[in-house]
């Protein structure tokens, strides 16, 4: 029973907190009292209404906590992850700012501090599938990621929503996306490569490439080939693509009148009301890994795990929260129990450890999120 | 030999004073000096360069002038309109302003003046095939006008391009449609109805409704069946609908940060650069306007007139300035030939005069322009 900081109340925080809580004493953390209220009110989770975005504040308020989870939005950046670690806490992250966290890995060390960063489902359980491959197989020779969490109801013209803010949505159509092809590193523009792919119960879906390999391409500079692709309904991507290319994603400051905007902040606000998943939406979580190699026995292999979940509507958790959440609570309950070396530590690298990825996927499959390998 | 203003040197308004400068003395006025210095260098044009906004300034510039042409951007409203007529100068109008101008038709009564408004293309002459057939025919039961001004390069994803502001053409898509359906009238969202229709020589193109019809609903009360439909490439309707429905043409201000803006304001500033036609360009006109009755004989007649006119290459005029251009310099010269009496005149009225609507036809015949009776 350990004593836990939650930043941040929005959907995927307060599926956090809310879990945490079963077993940890939990304090949630946001800038909005009414956030917090309608998000805990009835559970044992307790509040604070604090602007987070200031860090000496965040030293000061952190002080009394074993670990902090950062569920803050991702263009908060790193700065909170380093306020964290300055203020000598243990920490989850699951905010997935577009910052390489790796500089932050020596302060980490310095504080004797583990740190747990991109600890979600995508990235996340998805470095953790390939981490164990790489420690199981004698040699991985291609790993392929698709993910995505949609609505059920597709609602003209985006055929999207998210528990996450549009402006992180948008950045990751916007940021180049990297991956790996023949043992060459190639970029590409993000929302590339679209292909439709049929998934059982669910219909015709189209992938595209965004830079969502993040830190597996440094911790495997030895796999060849390498990418990770969103999942969206058919038609999201061109016209994600059209918005961004006519300069609505840009965050150079256009002067329009008297006024100072960067055009994204326009087109988040206006996106806003469209995209905010609620907890009445109905939605689901599809990944499939794909990772093909030579196993242990010496023989060809291609392992494919897949993940579908579904809104747990009677405990209000949306799919996107619960398979983020309870990812990230699983680290927390695994960097409780000790063990971990003091550092920067990304998924592939806890899992490389047989009992650590089991412990993980066991969190998991006790909440209903069963990561099938076939 | 008159002495006329032109106010505003944009692409219309530079082909509007350089072709009455054959005949005339013109000034030309506009705020930016650089396209006053672009459109007139080696030409008769004198040009001031002048904020035009500022409507007690105005009173002062036009009082050497016989005649003002209007060719600044319709979201100026009818404020320049009034401003003129006030100044005790007779005028001709292809502003386009989204108000209807009849409030101030007793003001140009009052000060014996002749306004002519809404003298383009579309509006304008189509107004007057109209107007030349309801006093020509016993019976007219439908008019249909579908009218576009398009690229020859296609370029994605907007596939437009206009040498009006943005903001105006946008105004066109946000603004409901009215038209008449056996005699009921009717209002739509801009952009409905669409419907593919071929065109010899141009391809496939995408009809769909906009509030043109403007004088012609008031003017024409006893015509069961009016409609005006707007040409694009297909599929521009479409994206243009996911803009407006998504809040992209909003004119509710909106805070962003500290700053507080028009939707509406941010997206013609983004589209500026992609849609702002140059003279390099090469672009055409395309105008059908079908009118269904009962001849003067006392048999039905479809009277189909058709209009496809090209950029103008050694001259530097765009179809576009041409088509919109020469109709209202035909005006023009109509109205310094005496004859009109004060007050506001909409181009259906003048051409139920069979000579005036022969002068508007054979002056830009002589400059290229023809419109085909079949």
């Excluded at 079963?22 to 956030?35: G, L, R, W």
């Excluded at 209220?37 to 000496?56: H, I, P, R, Y």
């Excluded at 992250?93 to 501090?113: N, Q, V, Y």
């Excluded at 291609?302 to 609570?329: K, V």
């Amino acid at each position: 029973m350990a004593h836990i900081a939650v930043l941040g109340a929005g959907l995927v925080g307060r599926t956090i907190a809310r879990d945490l809580a079963d077993e940890h004493t939990v304090v949630a953390f946001d800038q909005n009292p009414e956030a917090l209220e309608s998000a805990f009110s009835g559970t044992e989770v307790s509040v604070a209404a604090q602007n987070l975005s200031n860090a000496s504040v965040l030293s000061d308020l952190l002080a009394p906590f074993d670990l902090v989870v950062d569920a803050l939005p991702g263009h908060l950046g790193l700065r909170t992850l380093r306020s964290i670690l300055e203020a000598g806490k243990n920490t989850v992250d699951i905010a997935f700012a577009p910052e390489d966290p790796s500089p932050l890995a020596s302060l980490a060390r310095e504080k004797g501090l583990v740190a747990i960063v991109d600890m979600g489902v995508a990235p996340g359980m998805s470095n953790a599938i390939l981490g164990h491959h790489v420690s199981t197989f004698s040699r991985v020779e291609r790993f392929e990621c698709i993910v995505g969490g949609l609505p059920r109801e597709r609602r003209w013209p985006f055929e999207y929503r998210a528990p996450f803010s549009p402006a992180d949505v948008l950045e990751e159509y916007t940021r180049p996306a990297r991956y790996r092809v023949h043992g060459e590193e190639v970029s590409v523009p993000a929302l590339s490569n679209r292909e439709k792919l049929d998934f059982p119960g669910i219909g015709t879906l189209e992938s595209f490439d965004t830079d969502g390999l993040r830190s597996l391409l440094k911790s495997y500079p030895e796999i060849p080939n390498m990418v990770e692709k969103t999942l969206r309904y058919p038609g999201h991507a061109a016209l994600m693509e059209i918005l961004r290319e006519s300069g609505f994603f840009s965050t150079e400051t256009v002067a329009v009148g008297d006024a100072k905007v960067r055009p994204l902040d326009v087109t988040s606000r206006l996106l806003f009301p469209h995209w905010q998943l609620t907890e009445a939406d109905d939605e689901f979580t599809v990944m499939r890994v794909l990772i093909e190699g030579t196993n242990s026995a010496g023989d060809r292999e291609t392992a494919q795990w897949d993940l579908l979940d579904h809104t747990d509507h009677q405990r209000s958790d949306s799919s996107m929260a619960r398979t983020t959440g309870f990812a990230c609570n699983a680290a927390v309950n695994l960097l409780l129990e000790g063990g971990l070396e003091p550092g920067l530590w990304f998924p592939e690298k806890i899992a490389e450890d047989r009992s650590r990825f089991d412990f993980l996927l066991g969190y998991q499959q006790r909440r209903g999120i069963n990561y099938r390998r076939s």
